[in-house]
């Protein structure tokens, strides 16, 4: 077997047409439909959506999430409907729909994960700050879902390309990352083709990274999601976005910065409800992503060895800290977790800290295994929490 040329294998797809790319979401597409027609009752409605029974539980977990909870939980997805409201349900249903793509088993899962991650961030922030810039919400949401989707579409084709090769060593993140972002404005264009995207929407997909955007139907919303991005790659590096932190974005004007923060804390909850507990069982195997380097262990006396709990779902795994920093900590525990998953964390410290975390790497040791993890996402309180922690742990360690 003659050694890949990856680069050249994927221009070669593009250059013959033969890329694949996923079908627009049905379900989505007839809740769009009904919507947009204005003549439909909340039965029908929940009808449409308890067709799908995977988006009939992502929108009964958005429904109970911090992001539209408000009294007692919902019980049906008619109930669920009606909190939510018919335009915010379409959405879901496109969201829904793509999860089912972004995050499918295959040799590059976790690197999907991450990028699925994002696009969710990116849509309810754009979302957010297009009321505030006075632009169309819903378009603003399609807008921020979809103008990194290309990625999704380069792994596809990655991982078509390499299937039944064992021949490619795995690359780590960082070189996939390079690759997708060679790719992915590309086959975002021939995808926004395939599915007849509006202008609006193909234009944030292929203008997304230019230094000028006046030539685009509504530049405004490419420059939404351009603003956006930058935040998105704030959240990666820090576990809390507060004004200290978005005060560098000079594009956000003060109100805007207290919507990006108010966002921010329902984020986690919101990514997490299209969360498919599958996942649990492993990504494929063969996989191309190389691990990490697990991060230098600490020279003397431990932090305080509190419980740690990572939920997704009714699942949950148990671990004990072994320690904490700026924007990580580390825990042990028997069971390893697929990267770039979004869950439930509990530390149990007293009072406890609540809030979302993934993990970023995990390597075994002698009482089964080490994981890295990130916070996403905390809110005041638990940011502060996590500070009190980590104040703790450098006590310890002198």
């Known amino acids: ?70 009294g007692s939980p919902v019980a049906s997805v008619k109930q669920a409907v009606g909190r939510i409201g018919a335009r915010d349900v379409a959405r879901l249903a496109l969201a829904s729909g793509l999860g089912a793509h972004a995050l499918a088993k295959g040799r590059l899962s976790s690197v999907r994960r991450r990028i699925w991650l994002d696009a969710l961030a990116s849509a309810l922030l754009c979302q957010d700050l297009a009321r505030v810039r006075r632009l169309p919400p819903d378009v603003a949401f399609a807008a921020g879902l979809l103008h990194d989707f290309g990625k999704v579409v380069t792994i596809a084709c990655i991982e078509e390309l390499l299937q039944n090769r064992n021949d490619v060593a795995p690359k780590t993140e960082a070189e996939w990352n390079d ?14 083709a395939r599915w007849d995207l509006p202008p609006v929407i193909a234009d944030a997909i292929s203008l997304h990274h230019s230094a000028e955007v006046t030539a685009a139907s509504e530049p405004l919303i490419v420059n939404t ?22 005060k560098q974005l000079e594009d956000l004007g003060p109100h805007e910065r207290e919507v990006v923060i108010r966002t921010v804390e329902m984020l986690p909850g ?29 020279a003397g006396p431990k932090p ?14 148990s ?44 390597w075994p040791d002698q009482e ?31």
């Open 270 to 298: 919101f990514i997490a409800s299209f969360e498919n507990s599958d996942v649990w069982r492993g990504d494929a195997q063969g996989g191309l992503v190389a691990p990490g380097t697990p991060p230098p262990e600490r």
């Open 1 to 70: 077997m003659e050694p890949l040329d990856l680069d050249r294998a994927i221009v070669e797809l593009v250059s013959k047409h033969k890329v694949k790319v996923p079908p627009y979401p049905a379900v989505a597409f007839r809740i769009e439909a009904v919507v947009r027609g204005g003549n439909y009752g909340l039965d029908e409605l929940a009808k449409l959506v308890s067709s799908d029974q995977v988006l009939a539980a992502d929108v009964l977990r958005c429904a109970n999430s911090a992001l539209y909870a408000r």
């Open 319 to 362: 671990y004990q800290l072994l320690g904490i920093g700026a924007t990580h900590c580390m825990v042990t525990g028997k069971s390893a977790i697929p990267e770039n998953l979004l869950m439930e964390l509990k530390v149990g410290c007293e009072p406890p800290l609540r809030g979302y975390a993934s993990v970023k790497l995990a």
């Open 225 to 246: 999601v351009m603003v956006v991005d930058r935040v998105v790659a704030l959240l990666a590096e820090h576990t809390r976005l507060g004004a200290e932190e978005l």
């Open 179 to 192: 690759i997708m972002d060679r790719y992915h404005l590309e086959l975002g264009v021939v995808m926004a």
């Open 304 to 317: 305080p060895s509190y419980p740690v709990v990572l939920k997704l779902g009714d699942r949950e795994h």
């Open 368 to 398: 089964g295994w080490t994981l890295l993890v990130q916070p996403y996402g905390l809110t005041e309180g638990a940011q502060a929490r996590w500070k009190q922690l980590t104040a703790q742990a450098d006590a310890a360690a002198g």
